[in-house]
C-alpha cells in the first residue's frame, strides 16, 4: 500500500508564495505521472499541473507563469512552487500518482489534500 502525504499548505495574503509537498511512502515500487489537483468550495476537482518520470510537465492555463511543479524521483516526492497567489488560487490541493509494482500493474493513489487559503 502507497500512502500520499501532502504538507505545506495555510493561509498567505494575494500575491504571496506557498510551497507545497507530496511524499510517497512504501517500497518495491516506481512513480510514472505525478499530479496536483485543486478543488474550490462548490466547485469540481481541477488538474492543476503535472510532471512525468522524465519531467515533462503541463499547466492549466490559470497558473502557467505562477505555479511550478517538480519532483525529486529518488524521495519520491513532487512538489508544486505557487507565486503570485490570488483568491481564486482558494482550495483544498490533492496530490495524485500512477504506482508502477513490479508486477508492471499501475494503481492511482490520491493523498489526503492539503488546504490553500488565500486571503484579498
Known amino acids: 500500500q502507497v500512502q500520499l502525504v501532502e504538507t505545506g499548505g495555510g493561509l498567505v495574503q494575494a500575491g504571496g508564495s506557498l510551497r507545497l509537498s507530496c511524499a510517497a511512502s512504501?517500497?518495491?515500487?516506481?512513480?510514472?505521472?505525478m499530479r496536483w489537483y485543486r478543488q474550490a468550495p462548490g466547485k469540481q476537482r481541477e488538474l492543476v499541473a503535472r510532471?512525468?518520470?522524465?519531467?515533462?510537465?503541463y499547466y492549466t492555463d490559470s497558473v502557467k507563469g505562477r505555479f511550478t511543479i517538480s519532483r525529486d524521483n529518488a524521495k519520491k516526492t513532487v512538489y508544486l512552487q505557487m507565486n503570485s497567489l490570488n483568491a481564486g488560487d482558494t482550495a483544498v490541493y490533492y496530490c495524485?500518482?500512477?504506482?508502477?509494482?513490479?508486477?508492471?500493474?499501475?494503481?492511482?493513489?490520491w493523498g489526503q489534500g492539503t488546504q490553500v487559503t488565500v486571503s484579498s
Open positions: 512504501g517500497s518495491a515500487f516506481s512513480i510514472n505521472v
Open positions: 510532471i512525468t518520470s522524465g519531467g515533462s510537465t
Open positions: 495524485n500518482a500512477d504506482v508502477v509494482y513490479i508486477s508492471s500493474r499501475v494503481y492511482e493513489y
